[in-house]
Each structure stands twice: as C-alpha cells, then as structure tokens.
C-alpha cells in the first residue's frame, strides 16, 4: 500500500490567526499572550475549516492507495514516518513556506507533489521544488499521477489542458480529517469558473469565464451524506453561488427538505434575483458574503466590476437582510477612483446600510491579476515586480500599491480612520443586535475585527514609519 500524505500549511497571517506581519517588530509578553489568544479564537471560531482541495483528492479511490492529511494548524509535520508521496497545496502568499517543507521531506529521500493556486499560476517558480507538479485543476489527473506513483513511474509535470467536467468529481469523504477539529466540516463547491473579470481577481485565471456545475443531484447526495456525520453548518466555497440562477435555484430549492443552515458568497446582484433569494432563505441560507468593493461609478468601472450598480448597493443589501441573512459586506479602499472623501462615503454607507460585518480590505495587487500587471507598468507596486512573494495575504497590515489620487501617508491615516470609526465596541453591540439572524456569529466576528483592524492599524503604522519612503 503506497502512503500519501497530504499537507496543508498555514498562512503568516490572515485568516489562519493573524499576527504582525513585520517581524522585526518585538511584541510583549502581555502582546504575545494576547495575540496566542486571539488567533486560537478566531482560528476555532471564525474561519477553521478542513482544506476543502485536499479533502477532495483524498476523496479518489484508487487501488494500492492510502491517504493521510496533515493539517499544520494542530499537527506537526510528521517527519519522521515513511511515505510514499507527500502532496502539498501551494497558494502565493505561503509559497516559501510550501517549498521549505518540500525540502524537508526529499532531505529524506520522499517524494514530493505540488498543486493548487500558486503551481497553476506560477509554475515556472515551482520547478526543482518537488518531484511532481500538477498544474491546473487536478481532478482530471490527480488518478493519472496516484497510478503512476504505484507503479513507479511519477513523472515530473502533470498539466490540466482543459478545465475539468465537474460531473466526474467524486464525492468528497471526510475520513482524513478529526471532525471536531474544525468549526464547521461541510464545505461543499457546486461550481467553478467565474464570468465576471474584476481586475483584481485571479479567479477566472485558475478556473476559467465559464461556470462548470456538478450535477444537483450529486450535490444533494452529498450533502445528505455530510449530514450523517457534522449537522453543523454548511459552507458553499463557490465564488459566486448566484452567477447561474437557474442552476442556484434548482439546487436550493432541492436542498429545502435536508433543513440545514449555510452560508456563501454571492454577488450583490442576489438583492435583485428575488425568487432565488426566497429560496436561499427557504433552504436555510444564514449569511452571504457579498463582493461590493467600491461605491462610485468610477472605482467600480475602472476595475471592472462593471456588474455592480452604485445606485442599487443599498436595496441589493436591504433585500438580502428582508430575507433574514446576513451580509457580510466586503469593500476595497483604495481604488482608482477613490479619494480621501470615498473614506466618508464608505462609514455613511456601512451605517446606513446595516450591514452586518463590513469587511474593509485595502486594494492588494495580486501576482497574476490585470491590475498587478497596469499597477507595475504605472510604477505603482511598492515591492519588487519579480518578488511576487511579497505580495503576501496579510489582515490589511500592509500597503501594497500606491493609491491613484491619495498620497501614501494621507492615505493610511484615512484607512485607519476609517477602521477605527466602522470598528468600535458599541457598533459591535449595535450590529449584533439589529442581525437579522445568527446574532451571537454577528458579535464574535465584530469583535474579532476589533483586534483585527487594530493590528492592521498597528502595523500598517509601523510599514510607513519603517519602509515607505514618503
Ligand atoms: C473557500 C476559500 C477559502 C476558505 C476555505 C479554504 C479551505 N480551507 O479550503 C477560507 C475563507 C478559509 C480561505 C482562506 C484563505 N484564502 Co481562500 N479561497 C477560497 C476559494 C473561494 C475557494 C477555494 C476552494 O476550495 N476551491 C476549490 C478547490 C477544489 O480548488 P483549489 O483549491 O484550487 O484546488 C484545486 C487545484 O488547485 C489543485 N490543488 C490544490 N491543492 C493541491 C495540492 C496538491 C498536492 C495537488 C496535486 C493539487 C492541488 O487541485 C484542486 C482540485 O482541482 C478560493 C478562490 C478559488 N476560486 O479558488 C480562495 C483562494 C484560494 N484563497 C486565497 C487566499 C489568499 C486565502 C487566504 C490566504 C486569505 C487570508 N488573507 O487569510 C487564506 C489562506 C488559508 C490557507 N492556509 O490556505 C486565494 C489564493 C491566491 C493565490 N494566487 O494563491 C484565492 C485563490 C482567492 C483569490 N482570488 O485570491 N479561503
Ligand atoms: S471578484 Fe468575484 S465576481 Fe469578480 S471576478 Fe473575482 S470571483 Fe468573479
């Protein structure tokens, strides 16, 4: 029986447990106490989740096979034990990261295959880290490279050439994983691909414009059989739950008997679907997370996210929270049409809009993306084009990119202006009391922010009196 191992690797900060980016900052004792406490709350509590792709090709039977998952946020990587592959998923932030632990296992003569996000997009970085690599989304060849480890014969690059029929996907098991490990274990995706091309996203670079569903039934199925192990809330990591409605509609409306309760992300154009939103509501849907990112006309065109309307964001919002679900509203500050009056215009809108958790990202160029490629050529990165490592995912703790029409230094003391404003302990109250529903989430993730944009705040600070040059 050939063993597999299957990593998965923290993030330096971010969702995994967010902790200063700048390590030459030396926090306290009281500061390191408390950020240990932080981050195993909003690890448990917020966002700690199974990783959803390695679930999935843990899912394959394939004859002579036996899987194992190391999930380094509780486990050690066990180095010490023989296996007969090792499989990591790789994204940009954590690259480095990924490649050290590669060395670590072929230090020991094992074998080593790398996937995901950043492999599929950068493979040329990934070249001399392992013994395989899969390029693309695996599903087609993940089976093609498990029989060519059984019989010796693992070759050094694996690449999709077409997106993958979905409806081959098998259905994912959760035999790798310790459920209670997790705050939730029901991460379900029904699709992939996104139509839209907003400029700051790498969506439709991984997974391609055209949406490719799996079958409703299959999904139903599948979340029947999660339900005989983890009642607990469902997570849909589709991108867009709603960009095909009749699809959405019919997988819902399906899912009303199993009476579970689920969350997702969705475009704000939900607040107009309104039969599908009804049916959201009816099949148990608790919150959506909803991409508004700008408020003008300007900033939305000029990234094209042509598919937001600024003068609808209001009763989109006001709809989806009639039906009782939450918003999760995430904005980006710091868009080309932005100036330091859109910092006013954002915490009017927030408050006026109720939203339930807003989301306040600052604009982070991604390798890969459009607006990372216009931002280098209007020298506006403020780290080394080709260092795309220092592009890394951080809780807004660091600035990436010159703003267009804002000097860098007005700009950070607007954005922490604007954090502190959105993010006070009586609007955490506030917001958790005028939830529509899951109000005890609504006040464990206002107060989380509370930490958490303090140490955007902190940080951000610490980057311009340290590095910028402004
Ligand atoms: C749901 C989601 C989350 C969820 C749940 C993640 C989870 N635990 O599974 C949460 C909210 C927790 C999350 C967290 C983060 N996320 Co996220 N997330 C997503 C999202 C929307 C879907 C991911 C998914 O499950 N896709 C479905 C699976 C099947 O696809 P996949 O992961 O690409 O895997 C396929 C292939 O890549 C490949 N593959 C993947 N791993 C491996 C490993 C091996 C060995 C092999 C052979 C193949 C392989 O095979 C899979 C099947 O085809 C994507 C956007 C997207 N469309 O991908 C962003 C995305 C992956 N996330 C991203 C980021 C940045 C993060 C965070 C760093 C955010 C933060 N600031 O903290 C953290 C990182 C956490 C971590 N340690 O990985 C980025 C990665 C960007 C990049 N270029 O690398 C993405 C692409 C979003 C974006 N557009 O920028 N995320
Ligand atoms: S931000 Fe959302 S809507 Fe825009 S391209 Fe990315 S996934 Fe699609």
């Given at each position: 029986m050939k063993r597999v191992l299957l990593v998965f690797s923290r993030s330096d900060s971010g969702v995994d447990g967010p902790r200063s980016v700048h390590k030459q900052q030396k926090p306290s004792a009281f500061q390191q106490l408390k950020e240990t406490f932080f981050q195993r709350v909003i690890q448990k509590a917020q966002?700690?989740?199974?990783p959803y792709a390695l679930l999935l090709l843990s899912s394959y039977d394939i004859p002579g096979v036996a899987f194992e998952l190391c999930d380094m946020r509780y486990q050690a990587l066990p180095l010490d034990e023989k296996w007969d592959l090792v499989g990591i998923s790789v994204h940009t932030g954590i690259a480095k990261t990924a490649f050290d632990i590669a060395a670590q296992f072929r230090r020991k003569n094992m074998k080593v295959v790398l996937g995901g996000p950043h492999v599929s997009l950068f493979p040329e970085t990934c070249?001399?880290?392992?013994d395989a690599l899969v390029v693309g989304e695996a599903d087609e060849i993940w089976r093609e490279v498990l029989s060519d480890l059984v019989s010796g014969k693992l070759k050094p690059k694996y690449e999709a050439k077409t997106f993958p029929d979905l409806r081959l996907t098998p259905q994912v098991k959760k035999e790798v994983i310790q459920i209670s490990d997790y705050f939730t274990t029901n991460l379900i995706q029904t699709s992939r691909g996104c139509p839209y091309q907003c400029d700051f996203c790498n969506v439709s670079l991984m997974n391609g414009r055209k949406i490719r569903h799996r079958p409703v039934e299959q999904v139903v199925a599948e979340v029947a059989s999660f339900l005989e192990k983890d009642q607990r809330v469902f997570f849909f990591v589709d991108d867009t739950i709603n960009a095909d409605p009749d699809y959405a509609f019919s997988l819902f409306n399906a899912l009303i008997p199993y009476q579970i309760k689920w969350v997702g992300q969705a475009t704000t154009l939900i607040g107009r679907q309104k039969k599908l939103l009804e049916i959201f509501a009816k099949s148990g849907c608790r919150g959506l997370l909803v991409g508004i990112e700008g408020l003008s006309d300007a900033s939305l065109t000029l990234h094209n996210k042509t598919h937001n309307s600024p003068t609808q964001l209001l009763s989109d919002i006001q709809a989806i929270r009639d039906q009782g679900i939450c918003v999760y509203g995430s904005f980006i500050y710091g868009?080309?049409?932005?100036?330091?009056r859109t910092a006013d215009t954002l915490l009017n809108f927030v408050e006026k809009s109720n939203i339930d958790i807003p989301g306040i990202n600052l604009l982070r160029p991604i390798p890969g993306t459009a607006l990372f490629e216009r931002f280098a050529e209007e020298g506006r990165l403020l780290f080394p084009k080709d260092d795309i490592y220092a592009f890394r995912y951080s809780?807004?703790?660091?600035?990436?990119c010159k703003p267009k029409n804002i000097p860098v230094r007005n700009f950070i003391q607007s954005y922490s202006d604007l954090t502190q404003q959105v993010y006070t302990f009586s609007n955490a109250l506030k917001r958790a009391k005028n939830a529509p529903t899951i109000k005890s989430v609504i006040l464990m993730f206002n107060l989380a922010y509370i930490y958490l944009y303090g140490l955007s705040r902190k940080d951000l600070n610490f980057q311009l009196q340290t590095s910028l040059n402004v």
């Amino acid at each position: 029986m050939k063993r597999v191992l299957l990593v998965f690797s923290r993030s330096d900060s971010g969702v995994d447990g967010p902790r200063s980016v700048h390590k030459q900052q030396k926090p306290s004792a009281f500061q390191q106490l408390k950020e240990t406490f932080f981050q195993r709350v909003i690890q448990k509590a917020q966002f700690a989740v199974p990783p959803y792709a390695l679930l999935l090709l843990s899912s394959y039977d394939i004859p002579g096979v036996a899987f194992e998952l190391c999930d380094m946020r509780y486990q050690a990587l066990p180095l010490d034990e023989k296996w007969d592959l090792v499989g990591i998923s790789v994204h940009t932030g954590i690259a480095k990261t990924a490649f050290d632990i590669a060395a670590q296992f072929r230090r020991k003569n094992m074998k080593v295959v790398l996937g995901g996000p950043h492999v599929s997009l950068f493979p040329e970085t990934c070249i001399g880290k392992a013994d395989a690599l899969v390029v693309g989304e695996a599903d087609e060849i993940w089976r093609e490279v498990l029989s060519d480890l059984v019989s010796g014969k693992l070759k050094p690059k694996y690449e999709a050439k077409t997106f993958p029929d979905l409806r081959l996907t098998p259905q994912v098991k959760k035999e790798v994983i310790q459920i209670s490990d997790y705050f939730t274990t029901n991460l379900i995706q029904t699709s992939r691909g996104c139509p839209y091309q907003c400029d700051f996203c790498n969506v439709s670079l991984m997974n391609g414009r055209k949406i490719r569903h799996r079958p409703v039934e299959q999904v139903v199925a599948e979340v029947a059989s999660f339900l005989e192990k983890d009642q607990r809330v469902f997570f849909f990591v589709d991108d867009t739950i709603n960009a095909d409605p009749d699809y959405a509609f019919s997988l819902f409306n399906a899912l009303i008997p199993y009476q579970i309760k689920w969350v997702g992300q969705a475009t704000t154009l939900i607040g107009r679907q309104k039969k599908l939103l009804e049916i959201f509501a009816k099949s148990g849907c608790r919150g959506l997370l909803v991409g508004i990112e700008g408020l003008s006309d300007a900033s939305l065109t000029l990234h094209n996210k042509t598919h937001n309307s600024p003068t609808q964001l209001l009763s989109d919002i006001q709809a989806i929270r009639d039906q009782g679900i939450c918003v999760y509203g995430s904005f980006i500050y710091g868009l080309d049409g932005d100036t330091l009056r859109t910092a006013d215009t954002l915490l009017n809108f927030v408050e006026k809009s109720n939203i339930d958790i807003p989301g306040i990202n600052l604009l982070r160029p991604i390798p890969g993306t459009a607006l990372f490629e216009r931002f280098a050529e209007e020298g506006r990165l403020l780290f080394p084009k080709d260092d795309i490592y220092a592009f890394r995912y951080s809780w807004a703790q660091e600035l990436q990119c010159k703003p267009k029409n804002i000097p860098v230094r007005n700009f950070i003391q607007s954005y922490s202006d604007l954090t502190q404003q959105v993010y006070t302990f009586s609007n955490a109250l506030k917001r958790a009391k005028n939830a529509p529903t899951i109000k005890s989430v609504i006040l464990m993730f206002n107060l989380a922010y509370i930490y958490l944009y303090g140490l955007s705040r902190k940080d951000l600070n610490f980057q311009l009196q340290t590095s910028l040059n402004v």
